[in-house]
Every structure is written in C-alpha cells, then in structure tokens.
C-alpha cells in the first residue's frame, strides 16, 4: 500500500515537473515570437473577440495584443504561411480589430502592428512586419464598397495575381482570364 | 443569401472585411454559390489552427497575470470567482510565510493545471465546481477579516 503510495507520489511530482518544464518552454516561445518593439510590452489579451456597435457593426478576435508602457495597445496578427510579408487583407484584419477593441473595451490603440508570419517550413522563426492601420472611415468606406459588391451595385476587382487564384475552390466560376495582370500590380 | 455590412442585423466580421484586400470577385462568388474550400485551403487552415494554438498557449504562458490562473481560465479575467481568490491571496496569503510559499508554488503550477483543465472536460466541471466554492470561502474569509 506505501508503495503504491509511493509510486503516485512520485508519478504526481514528475507530472508537475515536466508540466513546468512545458510552461518554461511555451513562455520562450513567446519571448522569442515578439516583434523587437514590444520588448519591454506585456500581453494583455489573447485569442479574445471583440464587437464593434459603432458606425459599423464588427466583430474581431485578435490572436495577441500587447500593452506598452505607456498604457497604449499594440495589435499582433499570426500568420502561417510561405510568403514572408504583410498583405493589405492582413491590414484590413487587424484596422477592423482596432476599431472592435477600441470600441468595446474603449481601450487606446496604436495606429500601428505587427503581422508574425510563421512559415510552415521553419515552425519555430517567427518574423515580424509592422505595418500602419486604417482609419475608421477608410474601413467604413471598405465596408460600405463589400456591401455595393455584394448587391452587384460595384465591380468587383481580381486578386492581385494569377498565383492568388491557383488555389481558389471558386476558380472554375470565375470569369477572370488566365493571362489577365492587375493595374494594381 | 446571406448578407452582412452596414445596416444589416449580422455584424461584419473582421476576417470577411479582410478578405476585399484579397480578391473581391471570390467574395462576390462565394456570396452567390456558397463558400467553397480547396483541399489545399482546408490544409492550410487546419496548420494555421495549430500554428494559433500553439501561439495562443505561449501568449498564456507569459501573460504577465498569471496569479489566478485557473480561475481565469475557468471563470474568465475578471469574474467573480477570479477577483475573490485575487483578493484573498493579496488581503491574507501574502500577509504568511506560508501563504506566500503557497503562492509561488502556484506560479509555477497554475498555468500547467490550467493547460490540463483545458483538455479534460470533466476534470473541467469539477475544478469549476471546487473553485467556485472556494471563491466563496475566500470571499467570505476576506469580509469576516475586514469586518473583524
């Protein structure tokens, strides 16, 4: 009986041990995903959701957002994928999650983030790329255009380039040519 | 069809306003023919899901308040329950040799507990059930101390 009292015991405190060993090792991987500028920032809010009852109604969940030391919020979005860049859909994300957080929690947001793209490749390098957001009527005005789309009232553009549409499931609807190159590349 | 924006009842979300920085047409097309997913796509979402776990658990890990761990992860930051063992701790625990041991132990403890909490629902109810009563205790305890 004291052994097997024994032996839980002991199974208890290799539990705890190799939990905190996991927990020192998550807290590193958190450390080393933070874009350099929020060094000395704290992480107050994490995979939380956020609702916007403002001039447009939005409803955000932001993957991290960390409080600098001047009480100012700074927006961090992960991404993973094999492109190592921000893209202005990333822009658009993370502007519609200021406009929630600071409509909610009425929170002071940075007009600045950060993108993290996570590449599938090299799971464990994360890098960061700041980016300045949208204002609140330039989302307004995205939203309102979404709407106009949507109605058939506006012209919807293309994606940027002939690689987005590889792997569209909607391709075959699509009545973009192959060959066509967007003005705004 | 589904419709969404402004003046409609369904708030937009983030990621579908996101998605007019990507390709307008594809949002024209899903609106119409319903959302589609590649097999690539379904791939590349079920790696990102991973990808934010992960990211969401080393966000936890070093939250810079990680005293009412558990209860924050059951209850939520700032619910009842969580603000009663908060107060609890900083009015009686840290005012003991002991209580304080007790409290650095749960540093170390609390965010690996939270992270079992987090994939055994029923050990989940009843840590819910044991830590709401607790947090009743604690409450109680921190008023009778005042009070006395």
């Not at chain 1, 097997?4 to 927990?23: D, E, K």
């Not at chain 1, 020192?24 to 874009?35: D, I, K, N, T």
């Not at chain 1, 929690?105 to 599938?120: I, K, M």
């Not at chain 2, 776990?53 to 209850?75: I, K, N, P």
Request: positive net charge.
């Amino acid at each position: 009986m004291m052994t097997l009292l024994w032996m839980l015991l002991f199974g208890f405190v290799v539990a705890i041990l190799l939990a905190w060993l996991r927990w020192l090792r998550l807290r590193a991987g958190e450390r080393a995903s933070r874009p350099h500028e929020l060094k000395a920032a704290h992480p107050v809010y994490m995979e939380r959701q956020f609702r916007s009852r403002g001039p447009i109604s939005i409803v955000a969940r932001l993957d991290r957002a960390y409080r600098l030391q001047n009480g100012r919020i700074v927006l961090v979005e992960l991404k993973t994928r094999a492109g190592d860049r921000a893209y202005p859909s990333d822009i658009i994300q993370l502007s519609a999650q200021k406009l929630a957080l600071e409509g909610e929690a009425g929170e002071e947001v940075e007009s600045y983030a950060f993108v993290t793209v996570l590449r599938p490749d090299h799971p464990r390098r994360w890098r960061s790329h700041r980016v300045t957001l949208l204002d609140s009527s330039q989302l307004q005005a995205l939203a309102r255009r979404r709407e106009a789309v949507l109605d058939g009232r506006a012209t919807p553009t293309y994606a940027a380039s002939n690689r987005a549409c590889a792997g569209c499931a909607l391709r075959p609807r699509c009545d973009r040519p192959d060959t066509w190159v967007d003005a705004r590349r | 069809m589904r419709k969404k924006g402004l003046g409609r009842h369904a708030p937009l979300t983030a990621k579908e306003l996101a998605e007019m920085g990507f390709c307008e047409k594809r949002i024209q097309l899903a609106h119409l023919y319903g959302e589609q997913v590649a097999p690539e796509q379904q791939l590349a979402r079920e790696r990102g899901q991973a990808g934010h776990q992960r990211y969401f658990e080393e966000g936890m890990a070093s939250a810079q308040d990680r005293r009412c761990f558990v209860a924050t992860c059951l209850f939520g930051q700032s619910s009842r329950e969580a603000h009663a063992l908060r107060t609890y701790r900083d009015t009686v625990m840290l005012h003991s040799r002991w209580g304080r041991c007790a409290v650095v132990f749960y540093y170390r403890i609390g965010p690996a507990a939270c992270w079992i909490l987090d994939r055994c629902a029923p050990l989940r109810r009843l840590a819910i059930r044991t830590v709401a009563d607790l947090a009743c205790r604690c409450e109680r305890a921190v008023e009778r101390r005042r009070a006395g």
